[in-house]
């Protein structure tokens, strides 16, 4: 039986058309050429596919399969002028696959990394816990440990700013440049001290009484003639002033703060010169503050006259009568307004007069009040204006601050 041709294909055998040659050259040299032929063919062909990949586009990434070449075709043509395919090749999806894969390797290994890092950080923070326990999973134990590391983070913090400002202070201390720094410091908190002291000691003063009063002397009826001391003085129960009243005084600059140091000062001028009694208006200056350093000690005596208002009772003990006024208004007026203290009047008016605002001196604070005990209408006809005396320049206040002092007024 004829062997089929398929079958010849199948076991390996080439597809070549079977013909008779004729050899006319010796063995050894159709071999020779056979074998050089053979490899002219490969080298040619080898070249045909590297300048077929040279000359293809490289955006176009995709390859078309060739088409299977029909059986009688390859029975018929000659074999060594197949067209040939690169198969190492690689196509665009195949790259898309291996990027693909590399990327999701990397990421499982990092993700695998930094857990590991993670879960070894928190073993080594529940290892330097004091009284930790062994290795533990539990979510509880691992948060405790956790809170621990932050406490003891915070407390190793704290300590190293401390170290560093005590370090910090050794060098300062022990610097040169530290001792004139700490002097002008020192100069100047005096300076400020001497300057303002008035203004701190004031305000504490409002809110203290300035005066210690005496029980004797809260009045329950104001209208009452109840027998007092001989002692002039002036009381004011809303505010706690019980102090004597210095009436043998000069309406001059020297005269009133020397008095003021030992009480209030009748501050009488002309056209305002009467006394507790008698027609007219009484005027008694104090201070509101003055600085720590001077003299005297009702510095604070009127820092709370402010706090008087209108149907507020005043009381002044003289010549062993007490005489009792009711507030009938507040004003502010400036230094050299002197006139403000002059106008007629036919009833007994007492008049308080400081310094405002408190712990300065730049303006005054009059209170106006008029006798109502005893009545007014047995009061004394007003006294003769003394045609020697002059009006002052000024109304009457604090001292001179620390700069006033140093350069003049």
């Known amino acids: 039986m004829k062997p089929d041709e398929n079958d010849d294909r199948r076991m390996g055998t080439p597809l070549i058309p079977q013909r008779s040659y004729i050899h006319t050259t010796p063995p050894n040299v159709r071999t020779a050429n056979t074998q050089s032929a053979a490899a002219n063919i490969v080298r040619s062909q080898i070249d045909t596919i590297y300048d077929s990949a ?12 060739p088409t299977p070449t029909p059986q ?5 043509t000659n074999p060594y002028d197949r067209t040939q395919v690169n198969p190492a090749e690689v196509q665009a999806e195949q790259w898309k696959k ?3 894969a590399w990327q999701d390797y990397y990421k499982q290994y990092y993700e695998r990394y930094y857990v590991g890092e993670v879960h070894r950080a928190h073993q080594e923070l529940a290892a330097r816990a004091p009284g930790a326990q062994s290795t533990s999973n539990t979510t509880d134990q691992t948060e405790e440990a956790t809170e621990f590391s932050r406490d003891e983070a915070l407390y190793d913090l704290r300590s190293k700013l401390r170290a560093k400002v005590a370090t910090s202070a050794k060098k300062v201390r022990k610097s040169r440049h530290f001792v004139p720094i700490a002097a002008a410091c020192s100069v100047m908190l005096l300076f400020l001290f001497l300057q303002y002291n008035r203004v701190l000691f004031a305000n504490v003063e409002a809110y203290i009484s300035p005066g210690n009063i ?7 009826d104001p209208l009452s003639t109840n027998a007092v001391s001989s002692d002039p003085k002036l009381i004011i129960p809303k505010i706690n002033i019980d102090v004597p009243v210095i009436y043998d005084v000069t309406p001059d600059y020297d005269a009133q703060m020397k008095a003021m140091e030992n009480g209030v000062a009748y501050f009488g001028i002309p056209g305002a010169n009467s006394k507790p009694g008698q027609i007219g208006n009484t005027v008694l200056s104090g201070h509101s503050s003055n600085d720590i350093i001077d003299p005297g000690s009702y510095k604070f005596i009127f820092a709370q006259l402010d706090r008087l208002n209108k149907s507020d009772t005043i009381y002044v003990n003289y010549n062993g009568v007490r005489y009792t006024y009711t507030v009938t208004k507040k004003e502010v007026v400036t230094p050299t307004e002197v006139s403000k203290l002059i106008y007629p009047t036919d009833k007994p008016v007492l008049t308080l007069i400081t310094c405002t605002p408190l712990g300065t001196s730049l303006n005054r604070l009059l209170v106006t009040a008029e006798q ?18 002059s009006e002052p320049a000024s109304i009457p206040g604090n001292s001179p601050t620390f700069l006033q002092r140093i350069f003049g007024q």
């Open 72 to 76: 009688s075709e390859l029975t018929d």
């Open 372 to 389: 109502v005990s005893p009545s007014p209408t047995v009061a004394q006809a007003a006294p003769e204006a003394n045609a020697s005396s």
């Open 54 to 65: 040279a000359l293809q586009p490289q955006a176009n990434t995709t390859q078309t399969s």
């Open 98 to 100: 291996y990027h693909s």
């Open 214 to 220: 005496d029980p004797a002397n809260i009045i329950v």
